[in-house]
């Protein structure tokens, strides 16, 4: 998620506001550290213009 | 690099801290150490002080401090509040178990202080044995049927109700 919003030049801060969630959530989000509920992985999706699984990659250990 | 504001009313720890600081101080003095009640009051309006001011941070702390935030704060919220209502109980479980010893201990030493004391108490009451098992029983002392004579050249023994021993 990082190298998208990198890619569109977004701070975290920018897209912690367009989502309506804090800076540290979306922080704890790209480290991995924080799963977020479907509602703000779909909202994340929408904003990037991708789908959810294109954006979230379970882990190998987990599936 | 976009400051994302605060959200949330910051005013709810400050307001929790203030008002049960207030409560307390309130009943100190009541309860007649106003010089401990003026110290409970600077302590409280500094740390009502200090929330208010650390709840409009930026922060994760912030944020559990204030009523709002996003849902990872939310959660982080409940999360800290469940694990200081497990401390709470813990704690008085702990404070529970520590009085309810004390209480055994103090009662035991009241009795056996008692008995050392008091030479011509009854002897149920300076029983050893009741003693360690920290009860203490209380005998009634008997009603005299008619006014107990008094004899002055007597002494002592004529106050006592006839039969009482």
């Known amino acids: 998620m990082g190298e998208l919003r990198a890619a569109r030049g977004l701070s975290q801060g920018e897209l912690a506001s367009a989502l309506g969630v804090s800076r540290q959530t979306i922080n704890s989000i790209e480290n991995g550290r924080y799963l977020p509920s479907l509602p703000l992985a779909l909202d994340i999706a929408r904003n990037f213009g991708e789908t959810v699984e294109a954006i979230f990659i379970p882990d190998q250990e987990e599936t | ?165």
Not at chain 2, 3 to 22: E, K
Not at chain 2, 103 to 117: F, K
Not at chain 2, 137 to 147: D, I
Request: overall charge positive.
């Open chain 2, 1 to 165: 690099m976009t400051h994302v504001m605060a959200r949330g009313h910051r005013t709810a720890s400050a307001a929790v801290l203030a008002l049960g600081g207030g409560a307390l101080a309130t009943a100190t003095w009541v309860g007649g150490d106003h010089i401990l009640s003026i110290g409970l009051i600077a302590f409280y309006v500094i740390a009502a002080g200090l929330a208010y001011v650390w709840a409009g941070r930026d922060s994760d702390v912030g944020a559990i401090m204030r009523v709002g935030g996003d849902e990872r704060q939310r959660r982080l919220d409940r999360d800290a509040t469940a694990l200081s209502g497990l401390a709470m109980g813990l704690t008085a479980i702990a404070g529970a178990i520590v009085s309810a010893a004390r209480n055994h201990v103090t009662l035991a030493n009241t009795a056996s202080s008692a008995s050392s004391a008091a030479p011509h108490t009854p002897s149920a009451f300076s029983s050893s044995s009741v003693a360690a098992k920290g009860k203490l029983r209380l005998r009634t002392r008997p009603r005299c049927a008619s006014p107990p004579p008094y004899d002055r050249a007597a002494g002592q023994e004529a106050r006592r109700c006839p039969g009482f021993a």
